[in-house]
Structures are given as structure tokens and as C-alpha cells.
């Protein structure tokens, strides 16, 4: 009896576990572009677009070696617009009693198959170093669930930066190395940029034909859209911008937006590269002596340490995740998340960035726009829509526990051990955003007063009840306690004021 093996869009992978264990000669692969999935959230047109192009190419390879490929288009006639109807058409078809699939990186997918009026087998995503009993293990007992103990049990287990037993360079992080402030220049072109093939351009027209009202321009598209692409991507990051990699991943810079970053996470997560070829690069380059320890190290602790303890966090704490909100921040997305239209250069730059390239590196999502919605109180979920939305690189199971937890403190404390808050002095520190501000970063009340200075402070005093005793805050609640009351009294006013013009939809 035929079998449907459905392949979903980010897991574009001939090894995946479901082709595994599919037969060529009497099963039939399934694939769709369906509304369902481009527009449970309003994703970028970038995202889709290179989600699409890159769906019908991997199809096409799958042809070329041999499977019977059946490929929805998104404007075929008789695309019903639903993964689990299109796998009720396509079994209707073929007679097919039995669909087997890699397990989706959603809940809400996950449920979605496992309703589906057919029989749904889900194999586990082996992609990933830790499967979801390996996490549950290592969490289970722990009163923390530390990241940095998880991650060097991942580098026991891949070997990856180990040296008969111990990590490389003598110790497991390097991470008081790589936060140096921006350079005055940066001596790396960018990510490798691919011109769109007679593919990627059909793709384009329709996406801009059906999305073009979405946030996020479509034009200048670059990404890569196939395997033998992204290779070149990351081969062309390991040799130019890894070296500098970590002495200035944290920085920002108004006018140059990638710095040495590598912008190859959207072809990772969906299955273009995989962890350990990306990593193994990164360590040889560190082996034969191109790239110092420190950024080989904080980019495969990015890749083996944040990204497999995230998802592991995602599955173990399961569908309720994203809505949780422990600080019972109710505030409404700004508008300007959408538009740009604020005086705080930082925000709005990365805002205009986000919209050209569906990209914004980790500080600039961490501690700019997510230290901007933490310090106003803005609703969790809100800024989890956002960022699920923006970003070409964004599936929930990682961008959920990086807004929910790391960036908004939304679990309680799950991820991080305190919030992700600062004054305007980090961004300040580690940006050339601030000196051609509206706002004065070093005024912190009054005519001009930098927002995050006002707001950082507010945060502090509504949140004291459940951050007071925490043991890495107490010096800036000791600073607080300093301070003259009618000093404190001008913060908290001005603060409110802001605030309520932001909940007013006012320019700011």
C-alpha cells in the first residue's frame, strides 16, 4: 500500500527521518505551499519567498533522485490551503492508508496532524543533538535550568572543541571576550548574496502578488535557496567574518547591519546546512589557526548550546508556553514595531532593518527591541507574534523561549536568571545609534531624556516584589535606594508620562 511521506517547509533535508524511512519504489513524497502556513502569522514576504523557492528546489532534487514528488503550488486551483487537507487529497488520490512525517518544530502543527482525519505517524526530528527525552533527562532534578551545563554536555557529546577531555583553550566559555563595541570599521562585505534564478523569480511574483501588504519589502532579494547555496554561505562566512566573529557579535552599528555575523540561521533551520557540518567548519577554521578560540567558541556555543537548549525548553514546557506572563505586562504592541515610526533611532533602525532584510541580529532583537517592549510592559504574546513574524529565520520552537523567556521574563525565570533590561548606557556602549538620536543617552530626565533610562528605572520599582532579592540586581537596587526622593519622584512622573503617550499611539 502507497505511503505519504510529507516533507515540510523548513525541513528541507534529504536525510530528514521520514525520507529515512520511506521507500522510494511505492511511496509518494508530499509537499505544499498552503495559506495555512504563510498566514498564520503575517510573515515577512522574505520569509516566504525564501521558504517557497526553496520548497520547489528540494522537490526538484527529490525527482532527480528518483521519488514521485507530489508538489502543491499555492495558486494551483486545487490547493486546498491546509496541510492536513491537502494530505486528505493527496491520499484520496493515491489510496494511501498511512502518512508519515518528521515531527513539526509547532505545537500547533504537531496538532494539527495529529487530528487529521488519517493515520499520522510523526518520527522524531533527529536533526537535533538532543532529542526531547535526552532534555527531559538532563533537566529533571535540576532546580535551574542553566543553558551553560547543557551546552558543555553537548560539547562532551560531539567533541566538538575538545581536547582528550577538556574544552579547548582551557576553558568552556569565552564569552567576557566577545563584547567589545562596535569598530570604527568593518572590514567584511557581508553575507554572500545570490542573484535569483528563473525559480526564486516565479516565486517572487507570487509572493508579491499574495503577500505584498505584509510587513517587510521584498525587494533586493538575496538569500540563498539551495543547498549548494548555502555551503557557499557559510564557507564564505568561515573564511571572511568568522575570525571577527566573536570580538563583535554584540555590537550594532546604524549603517552597517551584518557586521561579521553569519546569517545562515534561516538556512539551518530549515534544513538547507546542518549543525554539525556548520560547527566541524567552524572548529577546523579554529584548528588550523584562521580563527581565534573565542569566536569559534561563541558561534558553536550559539549553535549546540542556545539553539538545542531552546528547543528543548520549547517541547518540555509545552503548548501553554507562549502564553505565559508571570509579570502580567498587558500594553499593546506599538505601532512603530511596524511602521519605524519612533524618535529612538535604535529602535527605528532596527525596525527598518527588519522590514528590508527580515533580519536583526541577536543584540538587536535581545536588547533593543526586546529590552524596549520588557522595560514598557508590552503584552508577551504580542512581542512573540512580532518576532514569529519578522524574522526569515523564526520557526516557535526557537524564537518562543528566546522572546518568551530570554528576552520578556515571561516564564518566570525558566530561561534567564534575571530580566534582559538595560539603560540606554548598554546601547549606547555597544552602538553608534545614540549620537545621532533625537534622545540624549546621557540626559536621564528632562527635555530629551533618553526613553530607556526613564523606563529602565520604572521597571525596576514595579517589579521589585519579584526581582528585589535577586542576587545579580541588588546593586542596581541599591543605586535605586541612593538616589534623592524627589529625584526618584521625577524618574517614576516622567516614565508615566511617556508611557501613557505610548498607549495613546503618540509619536515618541
Partial sequence: MTRLILVLGDQLSPEVSALREADMDRDVVVMAEVMGEASYVPHHPKKIAFLFAAMRKFAQSLKEDGWRVDYTALDDPENTQAIDRELLRRAEAHGADEVIVTEPGEWRLIEVLNDAPLKVRQ??????????????????????????????DMRRKTGLLMDEGD???????FDHDNR??????????????????????????LVRDRFGSNFGSLDDFWFATDRGQARRALAHFIRGALPRFGDYQDAMLRDDRFLYHSVISMYLNAGLLTVME???AAEAAYRRGDVPINAAEGFIRQIIGWREYMRGIYFLEGPDYVRRNVLNHQRALPGFF??????????????????????AHHIQRLMVTGNFALLAGVNPYEVHEWYLAVYADAYEWVEAPNVIGM?????????????????????????????ACAYSVKT?????????????????????????????MGQMYATWDRMKDDRKDTIRREAAVFLDRLTKGERV
Fill in 278 to 280: 556548520i560547527c566541524e
Fill in 407 to 435: 528576552s520578556q521574563f515571561a516564564d518566570g525565570g525558566i530561561v534567564g536568571s534575571k530580566p534582559y533590561v538595560s539603560s540606554g548606557s548598554y546601547i549606547d556602549r555597544m552602538s553608534d545609534y545614540c549620537g
Fill in 444 to 472: 536621564k530626565t528632562g527635555a530629551g531624556a533618553c526613553p530607556f533610562n526613564l523606563l529602565y528605572w520604572d521597571f525596576l520599582v514595579r517589579h521589585r516584589d519579584r526581582f528585589g532579592s535577586n542576587p545579580r
Fill in 123 to 152: 518520527l522524531p526530528d533527529d536533526r537535533f543533538l538532543a532529542s526531547h527525552g535526552e532534555f527531559e533527562d538532563w533537566a529533571k532534578g535540576r532546580k535551574a535550568l542553566r543553558m551553560e551545563y547543557f551546552y558543555r
Fill in 338 to 359: 511596524w511602521d519605524a515610526g519612533t524618535d529612538m533611532l535604535c529602535v527605528a533602525k532596527t525596525v527598518q532593518q527588519t522590514r528590508d532584510e527580515a533580519y
Fill in 167 to 173: 574544552p579547548a583553550g582551557g576553558k568552556w566559555n
Fill in 180 to 205: 567589545k563595541p562596535a569598530p570604527g570599521e568593518v572590514e567584511f562585505g557581508g553575507p554572500m548574496r545570490f542573484t535569483p534564478d528563473e525559480i526564486t523569480e516565479d516565486v517572487l511574483a
